[in-house]
């Protein structure tokens, strides 16, 4: 490099070292490092001046000038000077070359970046000082000592940015993989498998068919069983067995767990979706097409198909039929476990199968196992051990969840007489089930009866929740006082208290938190008794979610922003379940709640905060100002029409109060009208509420709403007694607009058969 060039690098400097300057002295702040950094700039400045009058003034073929041109080599002393000018300039300016009139530049440095840009200075400085001395050799060995020390720094900043890369690459992977589907079963499958007695299933692992299903490729295992055999745990079983000994790169395991209270959440697309999450969750070279499948949807707030989740172009199919679509063209292996239910059995009728079955063996394990548990009459004696378990296993019959019934009930028995009685009077057969279950009823209702009571309430709020709670959602809502108007930490109880009064009837999986009923078939008995047990369950539920939605801390109304939100739904752990199903539960008890449901509905801010909640995505689909997507203006007529509750609701037309005056035409910001939403949602009964009120009623043809109209909704959600209700109205049946164009066409598109049948029949026609 010749000395014009090193003279030409310093100019650069110093020209972009006075701008720099410049903007330093404009920064309003009183920060240290910023008039450090003036300063150290200042000084540097005058020096580098000073060094370019002695370039031009002396003979380029000096040792000296020779020196000197080292300084200029590339990322050398004069170019780390210049990137950190750069540095300084872009985070003060935001990137713009010159500062905008006007606009206010502000100190955005972190200690260790300044400190960083100093230190380039300092090292500059003393170079450049060197230089000035003329002393070449020691400028030549300085400047050796300087780009040495570059070079092992860039190597370290080399290293550190691949480490932040590939960080970056796993968070991004992991948020795309959030993403996809928020659904957890690894959770739920650590849950399961953290239950199991060691050496149980062990039979399953060997048999034939087992070992078949795993060696020939596209095969598939039908493995029924009665309900209670143990399905869930040999599959958590097996699942352990595929993943420490079958996973790799070229294999894959997912799996999926049937939950009998989140049926709506298990639809084809997102069981799919929660596959796919799997087998690319350990893959983060997957990276680029999940980013592509991420883009075609995030920014329109959409999700993958299932053709989608299951990369194949397809037609769409149930969740079965695509895995066997999968199946026949690549070595997919399935196995799936059921009850023995005629149309399940028919769909795997040429498959090999595997009956589960709890073995004798399994469950002498199994009580084994929670010796511990037992009183120490049983504890102490071998002879008594053996004997419980002799009669467990027998009376068990093949299903894991009497030897677990049976096992509980000798929790209480406190000597042999007593233990030997219980064993003597465990059934079998068909009523084995039902017997074991009135035994733990009868043990809860012997207990205190404050103890008693909240074991009732417990178990209600579990069989009667809309979907799985968590032991925070559970405590929160048992602490709700009906007559305060916020929240008494002091009133929440302790989680195993909860456990330890529902005689075995309810466990909490530690993964997820979710507090449930011990098996599917406790819910179908509640289901069968709930009302005679416990009748004051449904009020007693809809008044809790109603009291908790009229806390003062709601009455400020939505949350301005995701982030506020997101704070507001932590720290009241309640609102999520309370605001989406507070309906539901009403639907019962109408005529009991209604003056807790004037309280809330008759309070715009209250309205406001619970329709936000209830509009929020609650699946992980969410996009940047999600939580600002509500319905505004949303009337307490509004929310009524979504919930169909048309008794409360004509109780409150009945009594005319002006605090709560129906406006039955009303409007939401998506220009929504009570029937609209009635109609969409399929609530039949408020659509005839809405439609009878005559000279004030609803306007049948009002325009309005995504679908134009409100039988245009009703058609396109196929609800055909709600479209023969409008239709009688005077609906005009080939209104125009909407996103189908008009109720025909909506018809149609989502194959609504006998509704495309009524519209003709009352002259729809596709144009106008």
Not at 56 to 61: F, L, T, Y
Not at 98 to 119: N, P, Q, R, Y
Not at 346 to 357: C, D, I, N, Q, T
Not at 674 to 693: F, I, N, R, T
């Amino acid at each position: 490099m010749d000395p014009l060039s090193v003279t030409a690098s310093i100019i650069a400097i110093l020209q972009l070292s006075s701008k720099v300057g410049c903007y330093l002295n404009d920064v309003k702040d009183v920060s240290k490092d910023r008039a450090k950094c003036a300063i150290e700039a200042a000084n540097l400045n005058s020096l580098l001046t000073t060094l370019r009058f002695r370039l031009e003034e002396g003979r380029s073929n000096t040792p000296w000038h020779t020196a000197v041109r080292a300084l200029a080599t590339e990322n050398g002393p004069l170019d780390q000077f210049k990137q950190a000018l750069e540095e300084l300039q872009s985070k003060l300016t935001g990137g713009t070359k010159m500062k905008k009139v006007g606009d206010a530049l502000i100190w955005k440095f972190k200690k260790e970046e300044i400190s960083s840009i100093l230190d380039r200075m300092e090292r500059l400085k003393t170079l450049v000082e060197i230089a000035l001395q003329m002393d070449h050799y020691k400028l030549s060995q300085a400047i050796k000592e300087e780009c040495s020390l570059i070079r092992a720094h860039a190597s370290t900043i080399n290293s550190g940015l691949e480490t932040i890369r590939q960080a970056q690459g796993d968070a991004r992977h992991s948020e795309l993989v959030k993403w996809i589907s928020t659904t957890d079963y690894p959770a739920q499958q650590s849950d399961i498998i953290g239950r199991r007695e060691e050496g149980t299933g062990q039979w399953f692992l060997s048999a034939p068919e087992f070992a078949r299903w795993l060696r020939d490729p596209k095969e598939t295992l039908f493995c029924p069983g009665i309900p209670g055999a143990g399905k869930t745990m040999i599959s958590a079983i097996v699942i352990d067995h595929l993943l420490r000994t079958t996973q790799s790169g070229l294999v894959g395991v997912a799996y999926v767990y049937f939950n009998y209270k989140a049926k709506k959440d298990q639809d084809a697309t997102s069981m799919l979706a929660a596959i796919l999450k799997q087998l690319v969750q350990s893959q983060p070279s997957l990276v680029q097409p999940l980013e592509q499948l991420h883009k075609q949807h995030a920014k329109r707030g959409t999700r993958p198909s299932n053709q989608e989740c299951s990369h194949d172009d397809g037609n769409r199919h149930q969740f079965l039929t695509r895995i066997r679509t999968l199946q026949s063209q690549n070595d997919v292996r399935l196995m799936a476990t059921s009850r023995f239910i005629p149309e399940i059995v028919r769909e795997f009728e040429k498959v090999a199968k595997l009956e589960v079955r709890a073995t004798d063996d399994d469950v002498r394990r199994f009580v084994a196992g929670q010796v511990y548990r037992l009183p120490n009459c049983i504890q102490r004696n071998s002879g008594l051990q053996n004997m419980v378990k002799e009669k467990i296993a027998e009376a068990a019959d093949g299903m894991f969840l009497l030897a677990r019934l049976h096992t509980d009930s000798l929790l209480d028995k406190r000597t042999p007489k007593d233990v030997k009685l219980t064993l003597g009077k465990f059934s079998k057969g068909s009523t084995a089930l039902d017997d074991a279950y009135k035994e733990a009823i009868q043990r809860i209702e012997g207990q205190l009866p404050r103890d008693n009571q909240q074991a009732k309430t417990v178990l209600s709020w579990i069989t009667y929740a809309q979907r799985p709670l968590t032991t925070a959602e559970m405590c929160c809502a048992l602490a709700v006082e009906q007559d305060e108007e916020e929240l008494d930490p002091e009133n929440i109880p302790d989680v195993e208290e909860l456990l330890s009064i529902c005689a075995g009837l309810v466990i909490v999986d530690e993964e997820s938190a979710i507090i449930r009923l011990v098996h599917y078939t406790t819910q179908e008995y509640f289901e069968r008794i709930k009302e005679e047990w416990n009748p004051g369950a449904q009020l007693h539920i809809a008044s809790t979610c109603l009291s908790y939605l009229s806390f003062n801390t709601f009455r400020e109304g939505s949350s301005s922003s995701d982030q506020k939100f997101e704070s507001r739904l932590a720290q009241n752990v309640f609102l999520d379940y309370a605001a989406r199903y507070w309906g539901q539960h009403a639907a019962k008890v109408q005529d009991e709640v209604y003056e807790l449901a004037c309280t809330f509905l008759m309070h715009r801010g209250l309205i406001s905060c619970a329709v936000q909640v209830m509009t929020a995505p609650n699946d992980g689909w969410k996009i940047k100002g999600y939580s600002q997507q509500y319905r505004k203006n949303t009337t307490w007529l509004h929310v009524m029409a979504q919930f169909g509750l048309h008794a409360l609701s004509k109780m409150i037309f009945d009594t005319c109060r002006r605090d709560i005056a129906p406006s039955i035409n009303g409007r939401d910001s998506v220009n929504q009208s009570p029937l609209y939403v009635a109609a969409k949602h399929g609530q039949e009964s408020m659509v005839k509420l809405l439609l009878d009120k005559g000279a004030d009623g609803a306007n049948v043809n009002a325009q309005g709403g995504v679908y134009g109209n409100s039988l245009q909704a009703a058609s396109e959600g196929g609800h055909e007694q709600i479209v023969k209700l409008l239709l009688d109205k005077g609906a005009d049946v080939n209104a125009q607009g909407g996103v189908y164009g008009n109720a025909l066409q909506a018809a149609s598109s989502r194959g609504r058969e006998q509704i495309v049948k009524l519209l003709l029949d009352n002259s729809a026609a596709f144009s106008s």
